[in-house]
């Protein structure tokens, strides 16, 4: 790619990317000519503990490292929120639509370049046009609204973990019991259209650790738990859905 970028045949270099914070770090420090990092940024996977969106984010920026911005609707689950989200929005800005707060939450950051989003009608475009010819980041008021918009979605997910990995300390598997269980919420959440990046996540995963399936029921990570979870029954459908 360089001697290509060096014959004049590519503009810039850069690359996408789908795991931690930590290994975008490695990557940058040692590749400092990479010009630009893709990344999935939306309000939902910015806390995330698995995919750390904001943290992703934080690096490149540190980096000084322009950020192109993949799924800020998170495959279109963005613009279908509940309806209580919704009404959070519509009441605030009833002329605006669901999916101009996730496009306006990824454009907002300084480091931002650019933000793809996938439209498949002429309406969505004239939507998207309509906040962004004149585009305007979130205010302080907005940003506390999407905060409340993340705790309904957040919500209602399927396994109630609170990420306080008490349960991997002892797995004789080193199963990454809390991070299996937030793909698997965000496959269970937002449906098919998450499905190749559920598999991603949880493909890299177990290149470090265990299988969902290789856990042998002992139980010790269920005697740590401090929220009572069936841990072993939630392995067992984490297995199913991404193995």
Aim: aromatic share 8%.
């Amino acid at each position: 790619m360089q001697q290509l970028k060096a014959a004049g045949k590519v503009k810039h270099i850069g690359f996408s990317f789908h795991d931690k914070a930590a290994l975008l770090d490695e990557i940058l420090s040692k590749h400092p000519e990479m010009e630009y990092v893709q990344l999935q940024l939306n309000y939902l996977d910015w806390n995330d503990t698995t995919i750390e969106a904001g943290k992703c984010y934080e690096v490149a920026a540190r980096h000084h490292k322009p950020v192109i911005v993949m799924e800020p609707l998170k495959g279109g689950s963005l613009a279908r929120v509940p309806a209580e989200a919704q009404k959070l929005y519509q009441d605030y800005a009833p002329e605006r639509s669901v999916a101009s707060w996730g496009i306006r939450f990824a454009a907002s950051p300084d480091n931002v370049l650019m933000v793809l989003s996938g439209m498949s009608n002429q309406e969505q475009i004239n939507d998207n046009l309509s906040f962004m010819q004149d585009f305007q980041p979130l205010n302080d008021e907005e940003r506390q609204l999407i905060e409340k918009a993340v705790s309904i979605i957040r919500g209602a997910i399927a396994i109630p973990c609170t990420a306080c990995r008490y349960c991997v300390d002892d797995c004789p598997k080193k199963i990454a019991i809390p991070d299996y269980f937030a793909v698997y919420n965000n496959l269970q959440q937002f449906g098919p259209e998450q499905g190749l990046v559920a598999q991603t996540y949880y493909g890299n995963l177990t290149q470090s650790h265990g299988k969902a399936s290789d856990c042998i029921k002992c139980g010790q990570c269920e005697n740590h738990c401090p929220q009572h979870l069936p841990i072993r029954r939630y392995l067992k459908d984490v297995a199913t859905a991404l193995e």
